[in-house]
C-alpha cells in the first residue's frame, strides 16, 4: 500500500516502481521464513534508497546511488545474524556461511525474476487486501468506509499500469539484486580474512568432553 501510494503521486518515478519491486518479491513463498527475515532486512534499506536518493543520481548509477542504504542494511542484517535465535536456527539448517547462503539465493532470485511472478503475488496481496478493507466497510464509520473504498481503489490503479511498468523495471531489479549479492560475497571475505605476511594463529579453546559431545 505504501509502495502504491507514492506510485500514485507521480507514475513515472520508476525507482518508486523498483521499490515496488522489492516488496513483491518478499511475498514469494518459495522463500523460507529465514530467507525471507534476512533479505527484507536489505530489501527495507533498498526501499529507502529509491525513495532517498536523488532520481537524477538513480538513473545515472542506481548501484552507486544506493550503496549507503545498502551499507547501512549490511549492518543491521550483521546484527541479525548474531542473534541467538538465528544463530541457533542457522545450526538446525546446516548453514555455516549465511553471507554465501544468501549471495546463492539471491542470485537464484534475479535469475527467475520476472513479471508473471511479480504480478502473481502482486493480485495475491490485492486480495488480502480487499478482504480486509470489506470488513472495515462492514463495521467501519462512513467516513473510514470511504476512505478504504479509495484505498483499495488507488492500489487496483497501480495494478492496471503493473504489467507495462514492471517489465521495465525487471532488468534493473536483476542487475541490482546481483550487485547486492556480490556485496555479501565481499562481507564474507571481509570477515574471514587471512593476514599476509605475517603468521596467522589461530585461537583454539578447548572443550570439555560434555561440551564436545552436545
Known sequence: VANCKKINEDSSNRWAWFALVLTLIGLFPTLGSLLKGCLKICFAYGRKAMFGAARAALDANVWTASSPYVEAGIRKLNDHLARPQVRRALAWLRIDNPYSYLAEELRKLSSGLNVNQLTKVFDEAIAALQKLIELVQKWGTAAMQTRAGQLLQSVRDVRKQANT???????????????????????????????????NPHSFQRYSLDAEVE
Not at 523495471?169 to 560475497?185: G, H, S, T, V, Y
Open 165 to 199: 511498468q514492471l517489465a521495465e523495471i525487471c532488468k534493473p531489479a536483476q542487475d541490482w539484486l546481483n550487485r547486492l549479492a556480490q556485496r555479501l560475497d565481499v562481507e564474507q571475505r571481509t570477515l574471514n580474512r587471512a593476514q599476509t605476511n605475517t603468521i
